[in-house]
């Protein structure tokens, strides 16, 4: 069972902040139940990609003379397929898992 002391460690020790807020919120909102594990991982890494993404973008508006960069897709170099292996164990549909992240 997870308790404050995990999401502090995924927050402050793996620095995975969105993905540990997105899982507190699964953990309290009943309605993520119909979602196969699958689905949820897919929305907990989305979560975490789509911020770091988004602290890219706010970084570059605070550099002067910085063009501003948007995202290509949803994911980046920040959340490489590297990481997305290791996050997961053998046995893991990753081609869903990639196809969702592509898309």
Known sequence: MLD???FKTMRSRLRIGAFAEKLQEMCEDM????YSFEEKMVMLV???VL???NKLIASNHKKPGSPTQTPVSKTSSTCPAAL???IVWSGWPYA?????LTT
């Not at 309605?31 to 119909?34: L, M, N, Q």
């Not at 869903?96 to 969702?100: D, E, F, G, I, V």
């Open 4 to 6: 404050e002391s995990h």
């Open 31 to 34: 309605s993520y139940d119909r």
């Open 46 to 48: 989305e979560a975490e």
């Open 51 to 53: 911020s770091r993404d």
């Open 84 to 86: 997305l292996t290791k």
């Open 96 to 100: 869903a898992l990639s196809k969702r």
